[in-house]
């Protein structure tokens, strides 16, 4: 188990700082400016991973991760794109991963979803696309991959 021992982010610094948290409050990951990397991903790891139709991932910059706080445990899926998903130690919500394929190198996974306040801007990619559940119909302006 990795503790996080960042302080929660003030109420100032939640102007600036964009939070991802956990279902029970706990765990939080925050980061500024915006995502290099953003959409939605039909696979089932992402179906697993969320318990829904499609994963909605943000990859930032890991430079861009300004906060991590509370305590996390991870595990590592293996497969064509291996990764170490961390998620809270109480509550387990997947918050955040790293993959080791290199188009992604320096860049950290976050799911989307878990920004609530403020919400991610709409993410206008479809990954995996061939995947997609039939009745997920999607907005005629996204890119489909
Ligand atoms: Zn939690
Ligand atoms: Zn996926």
Same mark, same amino acid.
């Not at 929660?8 to 995502?35: F, H, K, N, Q, W």
């Not at 799911?111 to 061939?130: C, D, T």
């Given at each position: #188990?990795?503790? @996080? %021992?960042?302080?929660?982010?003030?109420?100032? !610094?939640?102007?600036?700082?964009?939070?991802?948290?956990?279902?029970?409050?706990?765990?939080?990951?925050?980061?500024?400016?915006e995502a290099e990397i953003h959409g939605i991903c039909h696979c089932n790891d992402c179906r697993r991973r969320t318990g829904s139709a499609f994963g909605w991932s943000a990859y930032f910059r890991d430079d861009?991760?300004?906060?991590?706080?509370?305590? #996390?445990?991870? @595990? %590592?899926?293996?497969?064509?794109?291996?990764? !170490?998903?961390?998620?809270?130690?109480?509550?387990?919500?997947?918050?955040?991963?790293?993959?080791?394929?290199?188009?992604?190198?320096?860049?950290?996974?976050?799911?989307?979803?878990?920004?609530?306040?403020?919400?991610?801007?709409?993410?206008?990619?479809?990954?995996?696309?061939?995947?997609?559940?039939?009745?997920?119909?999607?907005?005629?302006?996204?890119?489909?991959?």
């Amino acid at each position: #188990m990795v503790q @996080y %021992t960042d302080a929660a982010p003030s109420l100032e !610094e939640m102007t600036v700082l964009r939070p991802a948290s956990c279902c029970c409050g706990d765990a939080i990951i925050g980061v500024e400016g915006e995502a290099e990397i953003h959409g939605i991903c039909h696979c089932n790891d992402c179906r697993r991973r969320t318990g829904s139709a499609f994963g909605w991932s943000a990859y930032f910059r890991d430079d861009q991760i300004m906060r991590k706080t509370g305590k #996390m445990l991870r @595990y %590592t899926i293996s497969g064509n794109e291996p990764q !170490e998903r961390h998620f809270c130690a109480r509550c387990g919500s997947t918050l955040f991963w790293k993959t080791s394929s290199p188009r992604l190198d320096g860049l950290t996974g976050i799911a989307g979803g878990n920004f609530v306040e403020p919400p991610l801007p709409e993410p206008k990619i479809s990954f995996r696309s061939h995947q997609k559940c039939g009745w997920v119909t999607l907005p005629s302006d996204w890119q489909v991959r």
